[in-house]
């Protein structure tokens, strides 16, 4: 029901900052709970934030919050990840979900992976040291 394409990854300096945006395709893309999730060669997929359907809610990791921000902009049907004080352990791959949830918000569940149904293809984030 819904394609997600991310962008602006790319190589940045320790204590820089990156912007990334996910592309949704889909009339209801303003229902969807959205989360980026992060991973690394040969570690699990990593939760990094998520935002309820009307941005009124978010949720960060305790190693990004304080540096990155998610955001959307449900009329242009985008989500944000504002990443600023990267350090070299943010270098992964980084995916947008989408999660058909809209009317729950509780902590476990939008931090869990199978609570999402729709997957970007990432972009890479390299930070060097």
């Known amino acids: 029901q819904v394609q997600l394409v991310e962008s602006g990854g790319g190589l940045v300096q320790a204590g820089g900052s990156l912007s990334l945006s996910c592309a949704a395709s889909?009339?209801?893309?303003?229902?969807?709970?959205m989360g980026w999730f992060r991973q690394a060669p040969g570690k699990e997929r990593e939760f990094v934030a998520a935002?309820?359907?009307?941005?009124?809610?978010?949720n960060y990791a305790d190693s990004v919050k304080g540096r990155f921000t998610i955001s959307r902009d449900n009329a242009k049907n985008t989500v944000y990840l504002q990443m600023n004080s990267l350090k070299p352990e943010d270098s992964a791959g980084y995916l947008c979900?989408?999660?058909?949830?809209?009317?729950?918000?509780?902590?476990?569940?939008?931090?869990?992976?199978?609570?999402?149904?729709?997957w970007g293809q990432g972009t890479q984030v390299t930070v060097s040291s």
């Open positions: 935002i309820s359907s009307n941005g009124g809610n978010t």
């Open positions: 889909g009339r209801t893309f303003s229902s969807y709970v």
């Open positions: 979900a989408a999660a058909a949830i809209q009317g729950v918000w509780y902590t476990a569940v939008v931090r869990t992976p199978r609570t999402y149904n729709h």
